[in-house]
């Protein structure tokens, strides 16, 4: 059982923007450890999508921003595309665990 | 181009072991952490274990403590996950990852493919 949780699904037409929340806890997130996105197409491997709570990787479309405060961090999706169809996942540390935790994950549909 | 490249997966009977590896090519192997993170079928992302650059600290999920270790040989380039005693709820894809950033904020910026273990009897 995950200790970041996300909403299990969210949906948007085309262009339309979408956000994906990721809430964690005074030993994770509210600690101060930064958060981490993760896009995970269908069928494929996970590809990172935001690190350090807000940076895009080199390639990663603008498109896509992250957030944190508190203890929560969001990604934002603008402009919503078919291609954006998959799961996307938060990761950040615990301290209560010793460990890194990932999100419950959410699945994006576009209509 | 970082390429990771995992092996090793197949079926098992519970109890028994398997030892997964991870090939690495495109980086200079030696510098970088290495993560292992698993996906149940039609489940979310685990992270399992992550062991240092020099191979100086590991650190496993508590659910894999006592029966996993994560080794390297940094002269293969390669990334390696003994798994002993396992259990049905080890069943999972099973992706190596390079680490970035420092241990308590770092993140995982490169994904192998994945290979399948499956624990049944």
């Known amino acids: 059982q995950s200790v970041l949780t996300q909403p299990p699904s969210v949906s948007g037409a085309p262009g339309q923007r979408v956000t994906i929340s990721c809430t964690g806890s005074?030993?994770?997130?509210?600690?101060?450890?930064?958060v981490h996105w993760y896009q995970q197409l269908p069928g494929t491997a996970p590809k990172l999508l935001i690190y350090?709570?807000?940076n895009r990787p080199s390639g990663v479309p603008d498109r896509f921003s992250g957030s944190k405060s508190d203890t929560s961090a969001s990604l934002a999706i603008t402009g919503l595309q078919a291609e954006d169809e998959a799961d996307y996942y938060c990761?950040?540390?615990?301290?209560?665990?010793?460990?890194?935790?990932f999100g419950t994950g959410t699945k994006v549909t576009v209509l | 181009q970082v390429q990771l490249v995992e092996s090793g997966g197949g079926v098992v009977q519970p109890g028994r072991s398997l030892r997964l590896s991870c090939g690495a090519s495109?980086?200079?192997?030696?510098?970088?952490?290495m993560h292992w993170v698993r996906q149940a079928p039609g489940k979310g992302l685990e992270w399992v274990a992550v062991?240092?650059?020099?191979?100086?600290?590991?650190y496993y999920v508590d659910s894999v403590k006592g029966r996993f270790t994560i080794s390297r040989d940094s002269s293969k380039n390669t990334l390696y996950l003994q798994m002993n005693s396992l259990r049905a709820e080890d069943t999972a894809v099973y992706y190596c990852?390079?680490?970035?950033?420092?241990?308590?904020?770092?993140?995982?910026?490169?994904w192998g493919q994945g290979t399948l273990v499956t624990v049944s009897s």
């Open positions: 990852a390079r680490a970035r950033g420092q241990w308590l904020v770092g993140h995982l910026d490169y």
């Open positions: 495109g980086f200079t192997f030696s510098n970088y952490g």
């Open positions: 062991i240092w650059s020099d191979g100086s600290n590991k």
């Open positions: 005074s030993s994770n997130i509210g600690a101060g450890y930064d």
């Open positions: 350090g709570n807000s």
């Open positions: 990761q950040s540390y615990d301290s209560s665990l010793s460990g890194y935790v």
